[in-house]
């Protein structure tokens, strides 16, 4: 048997990255999800903590990736029967359940307006309804539709056959007779990535759940969040659809509980935090939180909670005794702890924050998969290596919340290590081969195809296709043109093969729906057919016009035409392009010898990759070596890191101690590395593990009192302290203005209060809050509190030396639980604390990697980046990125070996040929842009060079618009194609049109959101598509408006959401720039705005479009006119 | 504010006496749920929780307002055994004499007279007159402990007269200790003070153990609790029941014949010494449902969730200062619509019957032995 194929149970966030891990590193995925749909939670949740990216958004990319790699295999309705063998070789039995419909679906939903049956919606937590033939969620993949057979008349006890959805199913893809399949594959490894249940909180009858409409869950809040959710994203009582204005959230339900899960469930503070935000935001004005210790442990959590109290949430710190409902009013009963006062109090709506438990059926999945479950019925992690990832069968490895709760950056991250560990087993690498077709000579005068679809009655019901079909033939350059049913469906897609090779074409173009979700299947097409994918165009007739113009046939017929006008302009500019291949030195540097650099070279090496390892002391082991016991697994950390030591020895790894990073320079697959033993190296990756620094304590005499020490200082002498009583204060150096959370220091205070405990010490703790929130570390604090352990809570907003006095072997502070001001006596006092970002880190410098705001290196993305830098090749793990434990250093070093590999496995990487380019006739090294390049791609030097390097380029076209000599080019988005698609918007009527330029990742995407929910607004936008806004020039806009356009509409993602890191700041920069000339000039400003618009606001965008209709439609004829005179300086160049 | 400093030894008293009095994390569910929190005046439990886990022992009499219901452990999310440690802050502040001057003038009848209230030692076997109940001394299977409030009091008598009827009717070898008897040594626990409470349980226990009795009966379930759990701690070697579960086996093995009928809508409060402390739910509901024509209907709070009647605790010999409790429960039971209210607990019928006349209601309050009997009887 081949070892080259890694199965992942569970399609959630975590499956999909272990399944995009592992095939870009060459192994092939077999990707087994019970549900219809890959997604899994993260795609029901409306936003995430802290960032506030649409969920979905940011999600479904990483699913489109997943889908269209040709060597992930996805099974839905599919469920792991029986696993035999060995790691390296498993034989796996799968049963997969019918669909009903086929791959020829084209989402036209005809099907599900047939369906008689109504039955509610699972996605939507019960609160909407769906058919028995249904998509669960509009971004389902693979394919959108399946038939709840259980449900469905057609399956016996119902004798009566219904067959309504294959009636009016037009390309016929509904097929009762499919039949359950029973398949068998052989993997080298398996991942489990099951995710999670909620738990039922109807078991908590104290908490009326179930009784009241207005009690709620989290989950089902946040469909109601969710702009295409069963609300529309309003915030609404389900009793009578009215907003509340009193909102109670209510935190650990269930978590934290004897009764029902002892453990924290480690989300739940700071998504309610979220909604308590958002509810704000929608302005309800009464928003309310019970809560007991809020658990903001990550990078920006605490600054998040701070902004939510300013923006008007009340924290009460209290748990509900009673939650009654009666009509409208919901009374909770509880005790404000801080002001000891029992508070009654009516709410409209309450939201329950249920606990995290192990994902229904995860106990039956274990025995096939034959790994153990822990007390709590989460898999079982050994945690030999440190980390969560390894289950007690080899070769098998979880991540997610199925070895416990976890939030979605640190599943992500542990997805990446169990991919890394399973990668250890596969021997062959392997990669979807390149198509071999007859290439289509494409330098001649254009010959474009246009295909126009009806999408069944999705277009043709509303849009004039054959008025559209005449004038497409008419217009220059179009060779062939031609009416299509359903452009997506299979035979469609042959036919248009055909016709490519048959007429010669060397263009293509499709008017029908959205490039986001079809683009890659045309592209495909033209490919097999040997065309350039690059040499082709969408028109979205459907999400723009029939969808959204549903009562304005003629003028949405009218804007087809100009969508496909611009296309073609579009699609007669564009050139072919090569996919751009880099070299890579298949060699890996990993600086930092602490647990995370030490767990990233041996992985790395063991995959067989030349692994280099730079520490700059003589003994590895980095801060490990200052502790005796590592929290709260028990392990020994001197005995975890000679172990991991001596595996990464074996594994061929080349230590270079006492060493430094002298320089390092270079870009992906390329860097060169000068080390101070004197070696230099090529490397194609490197991995950053340089880690922190304990924060060099001060407080309370530190250094000059020998009765006041660290508990790094504990750590080294808890065998041989003097001394009875002891005090520890936490979170001296974290919690302030300049550091967030330490994260790892409550269960580091906790296991030493314990150890000194059981020695007979008198301990005592003073905290703010206790955040013990990894797995066991909630069962640490009551195991603590068991033995004995005192603690004292102190106030939250005072730095540990304003609450607490420390004199005279007597430390005094105000109990906020008993309310009382109290002395400690105290023989020692131990200052908890936390790390600090290294102040100098000269190789992240060297590599333009930032730092974050507490100074710590800036991951690509908080939530589904946490590991890769956003310089390409270069990977993050362990403190250096963050305060963590060993767990969360170890799998973050794992995933970065994951990530190396998929850069260090093949002699060169391929790159989407965006990159920017420079014309270097034209370019005058004014070196303007430099400064706005989010990647530091650009080098040079100013009046004497400059070069934008292909590699680190991710296309934004931030610098295109920022050159004032047009000497930079974005391929497939240049000065010339999108000029023409304004010619072609407004070659007719332009006072009538709003130019909207749209972003490819959020406001597009928001366009075709309000497609998808049908919101109607006026025919008047004419979209035009860049990667980002930043693409967007003071030519392009001005150029419009020139052209006589009523008004100008620039769109983008909101700050913070940038796919580009930052790049659309530079948007916003610009507008303000464009918005002054044009006042100045005497042009109303209101016809060039800037508006944000998310992946999920179609309401949003529609509204703002309907807007500036109404705008256009009130212009005075001569403000347009004389826009064109008035901006002449301006407007430097027409179309060519 | 003064500064209250943490007292060790104290801490080292009360977490000998009950260790997991530290594991509360004071989230104030117990302070919220109290049923007295409703009344106006009511413990801050979590504070009391909080006293005793720092050892800052305030001097407060608050520990004895609780009426040791449970209800608070019952919604613990950390399973932290309240009631004993109250008990435990009862018994420090006993030694710092801060006892209610009510508690202890009870003390001191129980020493003299053998009873809370100091009724006379010989009239204490006064109901079983006429009723041909044998002398326990002389050897019995099982003893039946009539409890001080069913023997002195005579409205309670009934119940007490109620029990020996039918465990003669069923044939039971039973008798009871008649003016031999003595408080079990509950409201002796309950004031805190320890010293009197072994001496008087030791005393007790040989007293038992001379009767030959393998069983002991109780017909109050406070009685019947301290038998079971701390009894043995002294060396009790008997078998401590309430009369409600072995009535509940002999209607099983159809010792218990009913006969009359009793057409009537009744709801059944559970004792919270019977239900939440040793989980006797079904045993009464069962009995009551036997008799023919019954009709059972739940209050909405029974079970684990039902509410005290304000007796325990050694509430039973206070003054509330507040609502009672009993008023409150009186109302819950009304609104089912019944017209008997069961219960199987001397205090509870005792508060009940105040509660029905002050709230005015119309509203028979029994014992469910004082049912069974009356519908044997009938036979």
């Not at chain 1, 869950?217 to 969040?225: H, I, Y």
């Not at chain 1, 948007?1067 to 100045?1080: A, I, L, N, S």
């Not at chain 2, 006429?130 to 009539?146: F, I, N, P, Q, S």
Request: proline fraction near 4%.
């Amino acid at each position: 048997m081949m070892r080259d194929t890694v199965m992942v149970v569970g399609a959630g966030i975590a499956g999909i990255q272990a399944a995009l891990d592992l095939s870009s590193a060459g192994s092939k995925v077999v990707l087994v999800e019970r549900e219809p749909s890959i997604g899994g939670k993260m795609a029901a949740l409306d936003k995430n903590f802290p960032t506030l990216d649409c969920s979905i958004c940011i999600e479904a990319p990483k699913m489109s990736e997943v889908i269209n790699n040709s060597n992930i295999e996805i099974l839905t309705l599919a469920e792991v029967v029986k696993v035999e063998g060995q790691a390296g070789s498993f034989n796996v039995a799968i049963r997969q359940k019918p669909r009903y419909v086929t791959s020829e679906c084209t989402r036209c939903d005809e099907c599900v307006l047939a369906c008689p049956q109504i039955l509610k919606n699972e996605f939507d937590v019960g609160m909407a309804v769906r058919k028995a033939i249904y998509t669960p969620f509009e971004q389902a993949e693979p394919g959108a539709y399946a038939i709840d057979i259980e449900n469905c008349l057609n399956e016996p006890p119902n004798y009566l056959p219904c067959h309504r959805c294959l009636e009016v199913c037009q390309p016929n893809c509904i097929d009762f007779n499919m039949t359950e399949k029973g398949l068998t594959r052989n993997v080298a490894a398996i991942v489990a990535a099951t995710g999670f249940d909620l738990l039922d909180a109807t078991l908590l009858p104290e908490y009326g759940y179930g009784k009241h409409p207005d009690i709620l869950t989290s989950l089902e809040l946040e469909r109601l969040l969710q702009a295409s959710g069963p609300s529309k994203g309003e915030i609404v009582r389900p009793s009578d659809g009215t907003p509340p204005e009193n909102l109670l959230f209510v935190l650990c339900v269930g978590s934290r509980d004897r009764r029902f899960c002892k453990y924290c469930s480690r989300v739940c503070c700071m998504y309610s935090i979220k909604e308590a935000l958002q509810a704000v935001d929608h302005g309800i004005k009464n928003v309310t939180v019970l809560y007991m210790d809020i658990r903001a442990y990550g990078k920006g959590f605490d600054e998040f909670y701070s902004r939510s109290r300013r923006e008007g949430v009340r924290y009460i710190r209290g748990k509900p005794a009673k939650i009654t409902g009666d009509g409208k009013t919901i009374r909770v009963r509880f005790e404000n702890t801080e002001e000891g006062q029992i508070e009654e109090k009516n709410f409209d709506m309450v939201v329950l924050a249920p606990a995290i438990i192990p994902s229904r059926g995860l106990d039956s999945l274990v025995d096939v998969l034959g790994v153990d479950l822990d007390e709590d019925g989460f898999i079982k992690a050994t945690e030999i290596g440190g980390d969560l990832i390894a289950t007690t069968r080899e070769g098998i490895y979880a991540c997610g919340c199925n070895t416990g709760p976890k939030d979605i950056p640190d599943s992500v991250t542990e997805a990446g290590g169990a991919a890394a560990y399973s990668l250890n087993y596969v021997t062959t690498r392997t990669w979807p081969e390149e198509l071999d077709v007859e290439i289509i000579d494409t330098t001649g005068p254009p010959r474009i195809g246009v295909f126009l679809c009806d999408c069944g009655s999705n277009i043709a019901g509303v849009v004039n296709v054959p008025e559209v079909l005449e004038y497409t033939r008419n217009l220059d350059g179009v060779a062939h043109a031609e009416r299509v049913r359903f452009a997506c469906a299979a035979n469609t897609q042959e036919l248009i093969g055909r016709t490519i090779k048959e007429k010669k074409l060397n263009r293509l173009v499709v008017a029908a729906c959205s490039p986001k979700t079809h683009g890659p299947t045309f592209q495909r097409v033209a490919s097999r057919a040997g065309l350039n994918p690059y040499l082709f165009e969408m028109s979205n007739v459907r999400n723009q016009g029939s969808w959204v113009h549903k009562k304005y046939p003629k003028e949405a017929t009218q804007k087809s035409k100009d969508l496909v006008r611009m296309s073609v302009e579009k699609a007669k500019r564009l050139k072919a392009l090569a996919t751009v291949k880099v070299p890579v030195v298949q060699r890996a540097l990993v600086v930092g010898g602490g647990i995370a650099g030490i767990t990233a070279a041996a992985n790395l090496a063991k995959q067989g990759f030349e692994t280099h390892l730079v520490e700059r002391n003589i003994e590895l082991g980095g801060t490990l070596l200052q502790l005796t016991e590592i929290a709260p697994s028990g392990l020994s950390a001197r005995q975890l890191v000679q172990m991991k030591e001596r595996e990464m020895r074996d594994a061929g790894v080349h230590v270079h101690s006492e060493t430094t990073v002298e320089t390092v320079s270079g870009f992906v697959g390329n860097f060169n590395v000068h080390l101070t033993d004197g070696n230099t190296l090529d490397v194609g990756s490197i991995v950053l593990a340089t880690g922190a620094t304990p924060y060099q304590a001060t407080e309370f005499g530190y250094g000059d009192d020998p009765r006041v020490i660290t508990s790094l200082d504990l750590e080294k002498r808890i065998g041989e302290l003097k001394g009875d009583r002891v005090t520890f204060v936490a979170c001296v150096g974290s919690r302030n203005d300049k550091r967030g959370c330490s994260r790892f220091c409550c269960q580091t205070m906790l296991s030493q209060a314990i150890k000194l405990r059981e020695r007979g010490n008198r301990v005592r703790v003073l905290y703010k809050d206790i955040r013990a929130f990894t797995r066991f570390a909630e069962e640490m604090y009551e195991d603590a509190a068991r033995k004995g352990v005192q603690f004292f809570q102190f106030n939250q907003d005072a730095s540990p030396e304003k609450a607490v006095v420390y004199e005279m072997g007597q430390v005094m502070l105000h109990d906020e639980l008993s309310g009382l001001d109290v002395t400690v006596p105290t023989d020692l006092l131990v200052l908890n604390i936390g790390i600090s970002p290294e102040h100098e880190n000269t190789v992240a410098q060297q590599l333009r990697v930032s730092r974050d705001s507490e100074g710590f290196l800036l991951e690509s993305h908080p939530k589904l980046g946490p590991v890769e830098a956003a310089v390409q090749g270069v990977f993050l793990a362990g403190t250096s990125q963050g305060p963590k434990d060993v767990r969360e250093s170890v799998s973050q070093a794992l995933a970065a070996s994951a990530k190396a590999s998929r850069i260090l496995s093949r002699a060169e990487i391929e790159q989407e040929p965006l990159a920017a380019v420079v014309d270097y006739d034209k370019c005058t090294f004014c070196a303007r842009c430099i400064p706005v390049c989010p990647y530091s791609a650009i080098r040079g030097e100013v009046r004497k060079s400059l070069e934008i390097v292909q590699a680190m380029c991710m296309g934004c076209g931030g610098c295109a618009a920022e050159c004032a000599v047009d000497a930079i080019e974005m391929p497939g988005f240049t000065d010339g194609q999108v000029l023409a698609q304004i010619d072609a918007a407004t070659a007719e009527n332009p006072h009538e049109k709003v130019i909207v330029f749209a972003c490819n990742w959020c406001s597009y995407a928001g366009a075709d959101q309000a497609g998808i929910s049908k919101i109607q607004y006026p025919p008047s936008s004419r979209i035009i598509r860049t990667m980002c806004s930043a693409r967007i020039s003071q030519k392009l806009v001005f150029y419009a408006l020139g052209k006589g356009a009523g008004a100008v509409l620039v769109t983008g993602c909101h700050p913070g959401d940038c796919h580009y890191i930052n790049a659309n700041l530079n948007t916003q920069r610009r507008f303000e720039r464009w918005r002054k000339t044009v006042e100045m000039r005497g042009i109303d400003p209101r016809r060039l705005q800037l508006w944000w618009v998310s992946a999920a606001e179609g309401k949003r965008f529609a509204e703002k479009v309907a807007e500036m209709d109404e705008l256009i439609q009130r212009l005075p004829k001569t403000e347009v006119e004389n826009t064109a005179t008035k901006l002449a300086p301006f407007i430097t160049r027409r179309a060519s | 504010m003064t500064t209250v400093s943490i007292n060790d030894e104290l801490w080292d008293r009360i977490n000998q006496a009950v260790a997991p009095m530290t594991l509360c994390y004071q989230c104030g569910v117990c302070t919220a749920i109290c049923p007295l929190s409703g009344t106006g005046k009511s413990p801050s439990v979590r504070k009391l929780l909080r006293s005793a886990q720092t050892g800052l022992v305030a001097s407060s009499s608050e520990a004895w307002l609780c009426t040791t219901c449970k209800l608070c452990e019952f919604t613990c999310p950390r399973g932290v055994p309240i009631v004993d440690v109250l008990h435990a802050l009862r018994t420090v502040g006993f030694s710092e004499r801060k006892v209610p001057p009510r508690l202890e003038e009870v003390l001191w009848k129980i020493y003299e007279s053998g009873n809370p209230w100091g009724e006379p030692k010989k009239t204490r076997a006064k109901w079983t007159e006429g009723l041909g109940v044998k002398e326990a001394l002389d050897g019995v299977d099982v003893l039946l402990y009539t409890g001080c409030a069913s023997s002195y009091d005579a409205r309670l008598q009934s119940i007490a007269k109620a029990v020996a009827s039918i465990l003669k009717a069923a044939g039971v070898n039973f008798g009871v200790l008649k003016t031999q008897e003595k408080c079990c040594g509950d409201a002796v626990y309950q004031s805190g003070e320890d010293a009197y409470l072994e001496e008087l349980v030791t005393e007790n226990i040989d007293t038992i153990r001379k009767t030959n009795a393998s069983v002991v009966v109780s017909i109050s379930p406070h009685c019947f609790n301290i038998f079971k759990t701390l009894y043995p701690k002294y060396g009790a070697d008997f078998r401590a029941v309430h009369y409600t579960q072995l009535l509940a086996d002999l209607l099983d093995s159809g010792k218990i014949k009913l006969a009359q009928p009793f057409e009537t809508a009744v709801t059944y409060h559970d004792p919270c010494y019977l239900s939440r402390y040793h989980g006797i739910q079904e045993e009464p509901r069962k009995l009551l449902e036997s008799i023919k024509g019954v009709k059972l209907l739940e209050m909405a709070n029974s079970g684990d969730n039902t509410l005290c009647c304000g007796g325990g605790g050694g509430r039973m010999f206070q003054e509330d200062a507040g609502e009672r409790l009993s008023n409150i429960r009186i109302r819950e039971a009304s609104e089912t619509g019944a017209h008997v209210l069961a219960t199987s607990c001397p205090y509870c019928i005792q508060n009940f019957e105040d509660g029905a006349k002050t709230e005015g209601k119309n509203m028979q309050v029994s014992d469910v032995a004082e049912l069974i009997a009356a519908s044997m009887r009938g036979g």
